[in-house]
């Protein structure tokens, strides 16, 4: 069989552990300020998530109003040329009726 080598470990300073140590545990602290970095973010991301659908449905409601009222405005726009149609045949009328009241008066 092969030959088995005695591994023997070698000791790390004391040295180096602390500043082993004082690494690690100055990681664990960066690590739990990223992590903690990172939930205000992503509750900043929710929140303004949410208000950008609270903008996102009042804009189609008001697109939806808008819409609303130009065809109200439309509807109006055509009853206001009627009237105005109307009331023209109606001056006609009047004047007709005026032109034949002064041809009654002459006769």
């Not at 069989?1 to 040295?15: C, D, E, F, L, S």
């Not at 180096?16 to 690690?24: P, S």
């Not at 664990?28 to 970095?37: G, M, P, Q, T, V």
């Not at 998530?49 to 130009?70: C, G, P």
């Amino acid at each position: 069989m092969g030959k088995k080598t005695n591994a023997k470990k070698k000791a790390v300073p004391k040295r180096e552990q602390d500043l082993l140590k004082e690494t690690f545990t100055d990681l664990e602290s960066e690590l739990r300020l990223l992590r903690s970095s990172r939930k205000r973010l992503e509750h900043k991301m929710g929140s303004v998530s949410k208000h950008l659908n609270s903008v996102q449905a009042e804009e189609i409601q008001l697109r939806d109003e808008i819409s609303e009222l130009m065809r109200k405005e439309t509807h109006l726009e055509s009853k206001k040329s009627n009237l105005k149609d109307k009331m023209s045949d109606l001056a006609k009328k009047i004047d007709k009726v005026k032109s034949i009241g002064r041809e009654l008066k002459d006769i």
